[in-house]
């Protein structure tokens, strides 16, 4: 059974539809996949049902953004009841502080342009509409539409000019998120640990301040990481008796090629005999 537990659709930052992924999936022979948005659950119960149209399975997922130690994470939450209410207005206040870190950019530039011929406003903003079927987020669309980044990795850069960083957000707690997707009945996994500590002596003491928070699993499997890396991270998911999974992290056509890394679906399934999952 080959699986792909990481996956975006245009409820947060990818292009496809819950039936479009579910397609994609069946025709790579992917039999479990998990669309896991940013701090949304909104393709569910959808996904389910694109997943039952093509005789394969889906569990429900979504992707946090925590902060711990200061610096910022995030973790797949995975099985969880998506009408849990706690849950749900823990990931209604992430969202909202995701999303505010794009109007404090809109409002920084309309205070200091950086291209006086292209002004931009917050009221402006606030009136704008995109098709979410391109990708990223109104943020990233808005600064294209208005001509001040020429496609998505430019626009991103702005919010590094304009000095406004994940680590400055009002996001929770990774022992706050951790605690969230148990009490929901799900399963908290560390996603792409190779984005936040490198191959080094380290490795495996970084990995366990975040199981120390609240973490079950760590996803070993994924574009980036190196075939030494994923292996330190297997040997310590069997060391702690953790969860181990796999993830594509696909976005559709959005930004499916970062730094010569290709992220689609696909990329990093597995067969759920390599993994340790709680079912």
């Given at each position: 059974m080959l699986c792909d537990l990481h996956i975006h659709s245009y409820y947060s930052d990818g292009t496809w539809s819950s039936e479009k992924i579910a397609s994609i999936c069946k025709e790579k022979q992917i039999e479990l996949f998990s669309i896991t948005d940013h701090n949304l659950l909104s393709a569910y119960p959808e996904a389910i049902q694109a997943a039952n149209q093509y005789g394969?399975?889906?569990i429900t997922g979504v992707e946090i953004d925590c902060i711990l130690n200061a610096k910022s994470f995030h973790v797949l939450g995975y099985g969880v009841d998506p009408s849990n209410e706690p849950l749900l207005k823990l990931l209604k206040d992430a969202r909202k502080v995701l999303d505010q870190m794009s109007d404090r950019l809109v409002e920084a530039i309309e205070q200091n342009p950086f291209d006086p011929e292209h002004p931009v406003s917050v009221q402006d903003y606030l009136s704008y509409t995109y098709s979410p079927s391109r990708g990223g987020w109104k943020g990233l669309n808005y600064l294209i539409d208005r001509n001040l980044a020429h496609d998505f990795d430019s626009a991103l850069s702005l919010y590094g000019q304009y000095n406004i960083s994940y680590e400055q957000s009002a996001f929770p707690s990774m022992e706050e998120t951790c605690k969230a997707i148990v009490a929901a009945g799900g399963y908290p996994v560390l996603a792409h640990p190779s984005n936040y500590f490198p191959l080094d002596d380290t490795l495996e003491e970084n990995l366990l301040k975040t199981v120390q928070a609240g973490v079950q699993g760590i996803e070993c499997y994924y574009p980036a990481q190196?075939?030494?890396?994923?292996?330190?991270?297997i040997d310590f998911c069997n060391a702690h008796q953790l969860y181990i999974t796999c993830g594509g992290d696909s976005h559709g056509e959005f930004q499916t090629e970062v730094d010569g890394v290709f992220y689609y679906i696909g990329?990093?399934?597995?067969?759920?005999?390599?993994?340790k999952l709680w079912f």
């Open positions: 394969i399975r889906c190196s075939p030494q890396y994923t292996q330190r991270c990329t990093s399934s597995v067969d759920k005999s390599k993994l």
